[in-house]
């Protein structure tokens, strides 16, 4: 063998599906059928972009990613745009070479014929992509001198702003609202230099997601409402954190100036929530600031409050304890609390000596124990499945990254069937529906037939889990899900109701609902509105008010302080370092982004001052690192309670979570109470049923659950299952009306005398 064979260069082989491309005389492989931004992002050659987007369909806009291209050493006529030109074999690519950068700044001075160029007014300025690739592909002085055309702004709502002369017309986030949020919101309208983007009707945004416009808007003409004008970027401090008013802990940064949050904006994580953040997530941190934040110690004296000093507080709150330790007490969780207040809940609980603690406030039926439960299946496992079976859950409302992955599903080929009391709204075609009143859920499971699929999953959501008939729907399910091979999925009530089950906040005695129908003679709220948390109200504010309370909490509001008589404050999570885990059994963990307001302190530190002053075993740390080192998690043989029973006549009730009412902090957020999704207080149902019971669409009715009653407005729609009435928790005028069955009469209208 000659030395010329033996030292011959080899061939780079080709990986199968791929192709060999050069760009700027970088040798690389790319998959067939990919574009040339995709090859160059992939390789970390900048190409500028204004209307691509990784996560959005292609739409060859904007033109600022002209390059240059050859095939088979023959230069192409014309600059090609790299998002939308296809890879093929020996193809040779150059992004900076003079004709590409020639083409690239035509693009861009044609940009900015009609941009304001209000940058040092506009809220967009330090983190705009114009502006920055202005830098590097703009001429300093124009060439024209016509004057600018100007656009109306519109009203989109309360979450986003417009300043619409400064568009640039890439249609972001026109295709965001139809390919991701699947609501086909916001389109073109006109034609050549009088396009514009708009909503067609003049109405504002609706859609769950749509604080994503203004990630995906490369100018300022979609902005944060809530946030602009209140800082610059430069000003603002970046913190880690996690979204906490649903189980899918979406990953976000806070940005905070001297403490104060705010805003929040996504961060990616791919197996979570992409790149995307729900608006309830986005928005919430407005709550923050409410009056009643609690920010000093409380300790009732008579019929009002005073303050105090946390030394005086804690031996209070110790003496209450001391002298009702055992089945005396009751120790009742919100279950968004962290993994570290939880695991320190758990050992105070046991210091006590007593096994009525419970984070499963919201629950009607917890008669088969009924642990949060890891998902079968992983969001992002969810997109690609072959059926799914939706059970109990306005889905869109109780986690929209979650519904917004089953959008992508169906999208693929997914045939998605819908089990529910009420044909809720989603984005996406279902296969079937079979709308039925709650008490039927879990019989109509039962006789579900699913064709044959290879990657099954049924989702069983609030409306299933928070219902009186709960126990029987998740027997039915988990049945359904093992005739069919299928992945359970049980969506935690709460954002951190996973992690509080693996840290023991379960009874080994009462549960929620036992330990407020037979009263304790002390209680403590962890993290509680005690007037709109609970899942029977009235039931709760009975037994809180003849108790003693220690109530740890972000708000002194009214209902607090109707039931405690110790308020400690405590930081909310955007405010301390804690861990949550999501519905996929995510350990995650948020940094304290915002500063505590007034005396306010971290759950876990107050938590551990008073197990000193118990001199309870387990709180000898003196950080939460020490803290985080002795957590482990523990298998607590849960005590059951006996089934709930549906008493009285009338209609079943359907109930749902309002989308912006699920706790204290998102009820506090003024934007998004300013929401068109925030629809307010009214019980629905259907037609006939409305026809029969003499109601009329817009009349005021009187319902009454044998306890509680209401005055709700009616609203007729035939989407609500025969036999059964929709409402949605969280607001006052609900929340006395708990779960099963109501009667509805009409109100009678008072005459008026002439």
Avoid at 249 to 270: I, T, Y
Avoid at 278 to 289: K, P
Avoid at 339 to 344: C, R, S, T
């Amino acid at each position: 063998m000659s030395t010329e064979t033996v030292n011959a260069p080899v061939a780079p082989v080709v990986p199968e599906g791929h192709v060999a491309i050069e760009i700027d005389g970088q040798s690389l492989f790319a998959p067939k059928g990919s574009m040339i931004i995709h090859a160059a992002d992939k390789a970390g050659i900048p190409i500028p972009r204004f209307c691509y987007h990784e996560k959005l369909p292609i739409a060859a806009n904007c033109r600022m990613c002209l390059v240059d291209a050859e095939m088979g050493g023959r230069p192409m006529p014309k600059p090609q745009p790299a998002c939308a030109t296809p890879v093929a074999d020996g193809m040779k690519i150059f992004t900076r070479n003079e004709k590409a950068l020639k083409a690239q700044r035509n693009v861009m001075e044609f940009l900015l014929i009609n941009h304001p160029l209000d940058c040092p007014i506009c809220d967009q300025g330090g983190e705009c992509e114009l502006q920055d690739l202005s830098l590097g592909y703009g001429r300093s002085v124009s060439r024209f001198s016509e004057r600018k055309r100007t656009v109306a702004d519109e009203d989109m709502g309360p979450l986003v702003a417009t300043e619409m002369t400064r568009c640039i017309q890439c249609t972001r986030c026109v295709r965001f609202t139809a390919d991701i949020a699947g609501t086909y919101e916001l389109g073109g309208m006109q034609r050549g230099e009088n396009l514009q983007i708009g909503t067609f009707d003049g109405k504002p945004l609706t859609t769950e997601l749509s604080g994503n416009v203004i990630d995906v808007c490369p100018v300022g003409a979609l902005t944060n409402k809530v946030f602009r004008f209140r800082a610059r970027p430069w000003e603002l401090i970046a913190k880690e954190s996690l979204g906490y008013h649903d189980a899918l802990g979406s990953n976000l940064f806070l940005h905070a100036r001297r403490g104060d949050v705010l805003r929040s904006v996504p961060r990616d994580n791919e197996a979570v929530n992409e790149c995307w953040l729900s608006d309830r997530d986005r928005y919430s941190h407005q709550g923050l600031g409410a009056e009643d934040r609690a920010v000093k110690p409380l300790i009732k004296d008579g019929d009002t409050f005073r303050e105090a000093s946390w030394e005086e507080a804690l031996t209070k709150a110790a003496d209450i304890l001391r002298a009702n330790r055992g089945d005396a007490l009751g120790m009742l969780v919100h279950p968004a609390t962290s993994n570290e207040e939880g695991a320190l809940l758990a050992r105070l609980a046991e210091a006590l000596g007593t096994g009525n603690l419970d984070h499963r406030i919201a629950q009607h039926d917890l008669s088969d124990g009924a642990p949060a439960a890891q998902f079968g299946m992983s969001v992002a496992d969810l997109e690609i499945a072959d059926a799914i079976v939706i059970v109990g859950s306005n889905l869109r409302h109780e986690v929209p990254l979650l519904h917004q992955r089953l959008h992508k599903a169906a999208k693929r080929g997914a045939k998605i069937h819908v089990v529910n009391p009420v044909d809720f709204d989603f984005t996406f075609k279902a296969e079937s529906k079979t709308i039925v009143p709650p008490s039927q859920l879990a019989s109509t499971l039962a006789a579900f037939n699913l064709d044959n699929a290879a990657k099954v999953a049924v989702i069983v959501g609030a409306v299933a889990e928070n219902s009186i008939h709960a126990a029987a729907i998740r027997s039915a399910s988990a049945a359904f899900a093992s005739v069919h091979n299928a992945a359970l999925c049980r969506i935690p009530q709460g954002a951190n109701a996973l992690g509080l089950s693996r840290h023991g906040v379960l009874p080994t005695a009462l549960d929620a609902q036992a330990m407020l129908a037979d009263p304790r003679a002390a209680y403590v709220l962890y993290g509680i509105e005690p007037g709109l948390d609970f899942a029977d109200q009235a039931c709760a504010l009975k037994a809180l008010g003849a108790a003693k309370v220690v109530a740890f909490s972000q708000f002194a509001c009214r209902s607090t302080r109707s039931v405690a008589d110790v308020i400690l404050p405590i930081g909310a999570l955007p405010e301390i370092d804690a861990t949550l885990t999501n519905l996929d059994g995510r350990d995650q963990r948020a940094i304290a982004g915002g500063k505590l307001p007034g005396d306010a302190r971290p759950g876990w530190r107050v938590l551990r001052a008073l197990g000193g002053e118990l001199a309870a075993a387990g709180f000898e740390f003196t950080d939460l690192a020490g803290l985080r080192a002795g957590i482990r998690t523990r298998d607590v043989a849960i005590n059951a309670s006996k089934a709930p029973t549906a008493t009285g006549d009338g209609f079943e009730l359907a109930v749902s979570q309002a989308i912006y009412r699920v706790d204290g902090v998102t009820r506090r957020a003024a934007a998004l109470q300013a929401h068109p999704l925030n629809a307010g207080p009214r019980i629905v149902l259907h037609p006939a049923e409305a026809a029969a019971a003499a109601l009329a669409d817009g009349a005021m009715a009187k319902v009454d659950n044998g306890v509680g009653t209401a005055t709700l407005q009616v609203v007729v729609d035939d989407r609500v299952a025969k036999g059964a009435v929709w409402i949605e928790s969280g607001y006052g005028p609900t929340a006395a009306l708990g779960a099963g069955r109501v009667r509805v009469t009409a109100v009678a209208s008072k005459g008026v005398d002439a």
